[in-house]
């Protein structure tokens, strides 16, 4: 069983719902009959991500995140960036100091290290331009990205069995058209799609993008369940997806797709028809079975 947790489902300036970071967990069985999943891969791990999951520990299901008070880190063995806006990474400098520091191995006096997915060049900018102000020193000497994580490069496409969950999730990357600098994909974002070798269903996570229906309409109409970004706004907007695009899918594909990263103003009773047109809003702190 493969399931989906949304750590918050809020945009990244939303003040009501944390940032939509996301985890996934394998299971052999079922959360019913396991105390703990046996893989978790975190998309993202924004500003709110570290608030975000103390809160979700807290949850009945979710105690394999905590340890004595804190967040227990070292039950997130892989970690996937689609690309590097604060409300995707702002939360792993924590994440690589804790598990450096309180949870090193008191035998090797090592820390523990989390997989870190993203593309060469997201992972090359995330060191250089995001961390290594905060964590470039450690042990009397300069670090490197490879003293807090295990980088591995997962290029659009391309799929890794190190990125896999139990040799029966592929989990792969695809380019978005989030931001362009003077062109399309000219600046690194990236969707995620989830799928079952077993039965070859795909879940579709959209990451941060304008609407793109020729880009990735396709995968979306294919896949079982998608989870499709949405600004609520009324006027267009140049770097995130209108409720109003969206409304233009195929009805069969809108009823299989659930919204987050959405703004405050989702309750104000405005969009109190979403269910009608789409599976729905996306909430946090619930768990989405993905695949049985």
């Excluded at 703990?36 to 500003?47: E, H, M, Q, R, S």
């Excluded at 227990?72 to 792993?92: C, E, F, M, N, Q």
């Excluded at 990451?207 to 979306?220: E, L, N, S, V």
């Amino acid at each position: 069983m493969l399931t989906l947790t949304f750590l918050g489902v809020g945009s990244a300036f939303a003040k009501r719902n944390y940032q939509s970071n996301a985890l996934l967990e394998a299971w052999a069985d079922s959360p019913e009959r396991q105390e703990a999943p046996d893989d978790v891969l975190l998309i993202d791990f924004g500003t709110t991500g570290p608030i975000a999951l103390y809160s979700l520990m807290h949850v009945p299901g979710f105690s394999y995140l905590s340890c004595d008070g804190a967040i227990y880190y070292p039950a997130v063995s892989k970690i996937l960036i689609t690309h590097l806006h604060s409300d995707h990474i702002g939360g792993l400098e924590e994440l690589a100091a804790m598990n450096r520091h309180r949870y090193r191995c008191q035998q090797s006096n090592e820390g523990v290290r989390a997989s870190l997915f993203g593309s060469a060049r997201v992972l090359d900018d995330l060191w250089h331009h995001s961390l290594r102000g905060g964590l470039g020193a450690v042990d009397g000497r300069t670090a490197q990205l490879s003293d807090y994580f295990v980088p591995v490069v997962l290029e659009p496409g391309v799929v890794s069995d190190r990125a896999g969950m139990l040799d029966r999730f592929d989990i792969s990357m695809f380019p978005t058209d989030h931001i362009r600098i003077s062109e399309r994909f000219d600046w690194p974002t990236f969707g995620v799609l989830i799928t079952d070798r077993q039965t070859q269903e795909t879940v579709l996570y959209s990451g941060d993008t304008r609407f793109d229906p020729d880009g990735i309409g396709a995968m979306m109409a294919s896949a079982s369940i998608s989870f499709h970004e949405v600004a609520l706004d009324q006027e267009p907007n140049p770097v995130h997806t209108t409720l109003a695009e969206l409304r233009m899918l195929p009805q069969e594909v809108r009823q299989r797709t659930w919204l987050y990263h959405f703004g405050d103003n989702w309750n104000s009773g405005a969009f109190d028809d979403i269910g009608e047109s789409f599976a729905g809003f996306a909430q946090p702190r619930v768990r989405y079975v993905l695949f049985e």
